[in-house]
């Protein structure tokens, strides 16, 4: 449980995959620490993970750290439950239909092809900024409606500024990482209310948000738009970020994958923006994606819930009011779901396979029903990688040179620690 108050707060926030990884093949599934004042009961593997997933169970009010509800909203939708936290989700899940899904490809193909063509005209470099840049690029269009021909890196930066302060110690000084945050934050709440009342945002998920409307007429205000934008980015930026470079990451490591990958493009493919009909039918793209979802240190846990009850798990007590999470990574790395689970394996998880796994297996982002705390992003997210992949692949040849692409241990969503060396060439 660690030293008093603090507890493990420290080991967690420097590490928390390989934090959880080590708790759980110690003690088990299910296991407690102390962070912050706070026990907190950790879920791993697909049966525990769809008990704290239950809703009957733990309740998301008030479970997240202060700070934290600080810097997105406390009205934000992973803080919300019940009733007002259903009729906010189901709104903004009209932002990750598949119409929705089909209207952002061309501009987010934009916005792959300004990158890769700067890379491809500047030989061998160092590409982990522009990832970030892509990343925070894809955001910035789906939410504001930017010019995906532009990159906006004041915007950029104070979102980056934002982010490392959210993992700081939260003390609001002007010259504290968490006191910069929240100025950062502030220049963002501007930025975000000026796209809303500005833009009407057709072809962006901004326009689908703006569009919502549930079974009784009702809509986002623009206060709400406002707070889920926010989020939003925050949710999609790491996200995006991380999973396009652990795609380039594979796809340097197995050149044989890339060549497999390229052959289903060129059949799929034609020669502008992928389209969502064909997309789907890269079922080789759509295995390796979930795989790097799986295999690749992403997100380490779900949002923080709180019993709503005294329960049970396997003998253990937990009482009501303690704190709970899903740990995903430990989930994802879970050597009796997965056979040799730290081995990244192209075919893994393919159609028929994903198909054969239990509930609470393949958790990346979340699990439950959608409409619960699942992530809202993860139609987007699994159509975006496998349509890089194979965008990519049928475009440009990658070149790796030896690296260490061991994740930098630090926080969430660790990127390779060499900073991704690459030499990309226009296919010839
Ligand atoms: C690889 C990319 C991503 C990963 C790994 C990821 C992962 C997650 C995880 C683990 C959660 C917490 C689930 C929980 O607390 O039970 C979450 C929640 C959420 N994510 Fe994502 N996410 C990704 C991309 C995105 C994108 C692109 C969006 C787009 C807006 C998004 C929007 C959200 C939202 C709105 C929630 C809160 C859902 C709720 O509490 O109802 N995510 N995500």
Redesign the pocket.
């Given at each position: 449980m660690g030293v008093p108050f603090v507890g493990e707060a420290l080991k967690f926030l420097k590490d928390p995959f390989a934090f959880q990884l080590a708790r759980t093949r110690q003690h088990g599934n299910v296991w407690k620490t102390r962070i912050l004042g706070d026990t907190i009961v950790f879920f791993a593997g697909p049966k525990a993970f769809e008990f704290f997933?239950d809703e009957a169970n733990f309740t998301?009010e008030n479970g997240s750290p202060k700070f934290m509800q600080a810097i997105l909203h406390a009205d934000?939708?992973?803080?919300?439950d019940g009733d007002r936290?259903k009729k906010?989700?189901r709104l903004?899940l009209a932002?990750?239909t598949q119409d929705a899904l089909a209207s952002y490809l061309p501009g987010m193909t934009r916005i792959f092809e300004r990158f890769a063509n700067t890379w491809a005209a500047g030989g061998e470099q160092t590409i982990g900024g522009d990832l970030s840049q892509l990343g925070f690029d894809v955001?910035d269009m789906?939410?504001a409606a930017a010019d995906p021909d532009t990159s906006n890196t004041t915007t950029a930066g104070d979102f980056s500024t934002m982010i490392k302060g959210t993992f700081s110690p939260p003390v609001n000084l002007p010259f504290t990482a968490y006191g910069k945050a929240i100025k950062a934050r502030d220049r963002l709440r501007v930025y975000i209310k000026d796209a809303v009342a500005t833009k009407d945002g057709a072809g962006t998920?901004l326009g689908y948000l703006k569009a919502a409307r549930g079974p009784g007429g009702e809509q986002l205000t623009p206060q709400e738009l406002e707070i889920?934008l926010l989020?939003?980015?925050f949710?999609?930026?790491?996200?995006?970020t991380?999973?396009i470079t652990w795609l380039l990451v594979v796809l340097g490591q197995h050149p044989d994958l890339a060549a497999r990958l390229r052959a289903e493009a060129d059949q799929v493919l034609g020669d502008g923006a992928p389209t969502l009909a064909q997309v789907k039918q890269l079922a080789n793209a759509r295995a390796v994606s979930r795989e790097v979802?799986r295999a690749y240190p992403?997100?380490p846990?779900?949002?923080?819930?709180v019993a709503k009850k005294d329960l049970e798990w396997g003998g253990y007590a937990i009482r009501a009011g303690w704190k709970g999470?899903?740990a995903?990574w430990a989930t994802l790395q879970d050597g009796t779901t997965f056979q040799d689970p730290t081995k990244f394996d192209d075919a893994r998880l393919d159609d028929r396979n994903l198909g054969n796994l239990p509930h609470g297996a393949f958790?990346?982002?979340?699990?439950?029903p959608v409409?619960?705390?699942?992530?809202?992003?993860?139609a987007?997210?699994q159509m975006?990688?496998p349509a890089f992949l194979g965008w990519f692949t049928k475009h440009y040849d990658l070149a790796f040179p030896a690296q260490d692409v061991t994740p930098a241990g630090q926080g969430l969503?660790p990127l390779p620690r060499s900073g991704v060396r690459v030499a990309i060439t226009k296919r010839r």
């Open positions: 997933m998301r934000a939708v992973p803080f919300l936290h906010r989700k903004l932002a990750f955001a789906l939410f998920a889920e989020h939003f980015y949710a999609a930026h790491g996200g995006l991380a999973a979802l992403i997100a846990t779900t949002f923080i819930g999470a899903g995903i958790v990346p982002q979340g699990g439950g409409d619960g705390h699942r992530c809202a992003g993860e987007l997210i975006a990688m969503g």
